[in-house]
């Protein structure tokens, strides 16, 4: 029995900006160090103890689990994973989303077109990836390729925790990869545009079989907010 602890990253300027960002990198705000320092606060005042520490290798990843766990008083090593990569969007990364709407679906705004369930995560993902097509290297994915690579690694990781007996996992990820894996595993994410950043997806895992405890939660850093820092 593994429980995995599925976060995503803490808010990013890229984030601020409504840019794209897949294989693209920025730094967390002030907000997206406080709310993950947040998350390690509440974690501890639950009595998670985590025993191991998972990232993609996106620096907004990977400071987030570092910046959880240090608040934690958790002295672990975040291992480094490249399968647990947000979905990458080709020669569009960094563009603002208005504009990556207009050239992939004729669309003025990305999120009243989400909202209006114009289009979803897997229609994004593949017309970005038709988009590339024609590019030198087509670095997208689509949503089956995207989905294949995430879910692997997140059985491979709760495999060898399970030979481990090791029971609690942080994964710290992206949200609309979260999103897709959770759609491909049969879970309602039906009308949600996005996870919130800092938020906690908890997965049960036994026999290879995912069950999803608990879906885009604040709880944690809602709590470590109300509680001091520690020195």
Do not use: C
């Not at 191991?52 to 766990?69: E, G, N, P, Y």
């Amino acid at each position: 029995m593994v429980e995995l602890y599925l976060v995503r990253h803490g808010q990013t300027i890229y984030n601020v900006e409504k840019r794209v960002q897949g294989y693209a990198d920025s730094d967390l705000t002030p907000t997206g160090l406080a709310d993950a320092k947040a998350l390690g606060r509440g974690l501890a005042a639950a009595g998670i103890v985590i025993e191991q520490a998972f990232a993609s290798d996106r620096k907004r990843a990977i400071v987030t689990a570092q910046t959880a766990l240090s608040a934690a008083q958790q002295d672990l090593n975040v291992n480094v994973n490249v399968a647990l990569r947000e979905m990458d969007y080709g020669k569009f990364e960094g563009w603002q989303t208005d504009d990556f709407a207009k050239a992939a679906f004729d669309l003025p705004s990305f999120d009243e077109a989400m909202a209006q369930g114009v289009i979803d995560l897997d229609s994004i993902a593949g017309r970005a990836f038709a988009l590339n097509e024609a590019e030198p290297i087509n670095y997208a994915e689509n949503a089956q390729m995207a989905v294949t690579r995430f879910g692997g690694a997140l059985s491979a990781l709760a495999h060898r925790a399970d030979e481990l007996q090791e029971e609690r996992l942080l994964v710290v990820t992206h949200g609309t990869i979260i999103l897709m894996w959770l759609a491909a595993i049969g879970f309602d994410v039906k009308g949600v545009r996005g996870l919130s950043n800092a938020s906690v997806t908890q997965v049960h895992v036994a026999d290879n079989q995912f069950s999803v405890k608990s879906f885009n939660d604040l709880a944690y850093v809602e709590a470590g907010r109300k509680l001091p820092e520690s020195d």
